[in-house]
């Protein structure tokens, strides 16, 4: 029989990071480690998964490594993290942006991701096939006006899985990012706006938003044996939208 995976997704108390941490439960019964910043809603959350819930704020140095000793404690070993935890800043011009919301969006989408990847990796490298999933967004790889910090954070999300990829390929660890579009999640909120769901609607291939479920099911993939040659790759879930 094999050794069931122990699988970490973090921005799991709500949509992307929620979706995926039931998809994984339901479909491959890995052990899961959920995580969240500490709230009523991951609480809720956490009650309904079951397993382990450890709440940590991924800005934090010394609560991302509390995490890591913990899962390392219980399970032994780390083979899978989906990082999902991530922020938006309100629609702002560039020239109107105010530095500290630069900078708070810098922090989680970036720092935060470093944290998480670089936790994982420590104790990944050297024990058997591992797989890091970093959620990037079309705004990886496209511009969107009034979303500048975004943007930076989630181009910076992808090089920095790249560079972790050429670092770690040769330990057994691979890094990905996958590429959303327009997902419906509480984070969308300009999809909840009937004027500017149309107008982001026209631009969209497919002529929808992403179901949550639609990126788990590739982050699921990603944090496979069958994705085993796949890694420093940016691949989209976008109905099409980069391929404009
Ligand atoms: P969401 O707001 O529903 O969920 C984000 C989760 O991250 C929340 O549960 C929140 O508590 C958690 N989080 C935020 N800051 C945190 C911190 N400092 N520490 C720990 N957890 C923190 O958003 P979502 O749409 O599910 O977004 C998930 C990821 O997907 C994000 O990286 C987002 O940028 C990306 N994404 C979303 C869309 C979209 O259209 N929804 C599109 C592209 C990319």
Known sequence: MTEKMVTLVTGAASGIGYATARHILRTRGDHLIFSDRASK????????????????DVTKEEEVQALYDEIIKVHGKINNVIHCAGIEEKNTPAIDMPADVFRRTLDVNVTGSFLVA??????????????????GSILSVVGYAGLSAYCASKGAVLQLAKAMALELAAAGVRVNVVGPGF????????????????SLLAQIPAARPALPEEVS????????????????????????????
């Not at 809603?41 to 940590?56: T, W």
């Not at 496979?224 to 099409?240: H, M, N, R």
Request: with cysteine; hydrophobic share 40%.
């Open 118 to 135: 670089r936790g994982a990796a420590q104790r990944m490298a050297g024990n058997g096939p591992g797989s890091i999933v970093l959620i």
């Open 183 to 198: 997902v419906e999640t509480p984070m969308a909120h300009s999809l909840r706006n009937p004027t500017t769901r149309q």
């Open 217 to 244: 099911r590739l982050c699921a993939f990603l944090t496979s044996p069958e994705s085993e040659y796949i890694t420093g790759a940016y691949i989209p879930v976008d109905g099409g939208y980069i391929a404009r």
């Open 41 to 56: 809603l991951a609480d809720a959350s956490a009650l309904e998964f079951g397993g382990i819930y450890i709440p940590a």
